[in-house]
């Protein structure tokens, strides 16, 4: 019998993956994290409170001392300190943008499990909303709902996680689609798992690296839309204070007070530009396609 040697074939190498933080992503993540601890501590960090006004120090510029107290960013046309008031809205922003983007998550995440375990009916009605969520810009649905229902916090908090939900469902019905199929969640049923023992014990921890990864590319849309909305005063209202609401206010003064709407928008743009640096960084690290090193 003779037999035949096949020419041995060698797999291409997988491009190999890089996962140290590079110079430009460790800055990102230490913007991020001082964005974080000034929200945390704003009430320490702020040199005076962010509502009092002196009118004798109106529209001062940064670096200018007034009534004994030096103003390290100016302040605005009713003499209230621009650091002091920046401190409390990125509080307010960070919040707002947290609190939408986990909502966002959890309602998204939630619907697509469900579109995933269920199938049939409910899965097509379930992706149905979501191409219609998808059709509709985000701006366009909450400036419609503020101007029916009026403006208060809870409800702009609810429209702002509504940016992005149809991603998770996406993502999450996706990825539990493939995982469902696989050998070990058959033998998990096989033993007598119940779906909620499945779907938090096995499901769920599989594919939670890649929602944390959407998360944190969707930050920045969300953060976007809340300054947005705030900018054209359908947000956060006075005497509150958010980026977008300073950024709206200062508009009036950029040729004779420019740091009343510069420094604020400086620091949405860095915040939104950081985390998606960031996140980029969390979606190559997290990618199965490529070898971890």
């Not at 001062?60 to 008031?85: C, F, V, Y």
């Not at 769920?204 to 976007?224: D, E, H, K, Y």
Request: proline share 5%; with cysteine; charged share 15%.
């Amino acid at each position: 019998m003779t037999t035949v040697d096949l020419p041995s074939v060698t797999a291409p190498a997988a491009r190999p993956r890089t996962c140290a933080m590079s110079p430009v992503v460790k800055l990102s993540a230490g913007f991020l994290l001082v964005i974080v601890l000034v929200a945390l501590l704003a009430d320490w960090l702020a040199p005076l409170p962010y509502t009092a006004q002196n009118l004798a120090a109106r529209l001062k510029p940064p670096l200018t001392e007034a009534g004994g107290t030096m103003h390290w960013l100016g302040t605005d046309q009713l003499g209230r300190d621009i650091l002091s008031r920046m401190v409390f809205a990125i509080r307010s922003s960070i919040l707002i943008a947290v609190m939408g983007t986990l909502i966002g998550a959890v309602v998204g995440t939630a619907l697509g499990f469900a579109a995933a375990r269920l199938r049939g009916v409910v899965d097509q009605a379930i992706m149905m909303a979501v191409d219609a969520q998808a059709a509709i810009p985000a701006l366009f649905l909450a400036l419609t709902m503020l101007a029916f229902f009026g403006n208060n916090i809870v409800l702009f908090i609810i429209l702002v996680s509504v940016d992005g939900w149809d991603r998770y469902t996406r993502l999450a019905r996706g990825l539990v689609v493939s995982e469902q199929e696989s050998d070990y969640i058959n033998a998990v049923e096989a033993l007598g798992a119940g779906a909620p023992r499945v779907i938090l014990r096995h499901l769920l921890p599989n594919i939670a690296a890649a929602l944390v990864v959407q998360a944190t590319l969707n930050f920045p849309g969300t953060i976007l839309l809340e300054t947005s909305l705030s900018f054209l005063g359908l947000g956060v209202q006075p005497p509150g204070t958010s980026l977008g609401l300073m950024l709206g206010e200062g508009r009036r003064y950029l040729l004779n007070a420019w740091w009343i709407a510069v420094f604020p928008g400086l620091a949405i743009f860095l915040t939104t530009l950081s985390m998606s640096l960031f996140g980029d960084w969390l979606r190559d690290r997290f990618d199965p396609t490529s070898e971890r090193h």
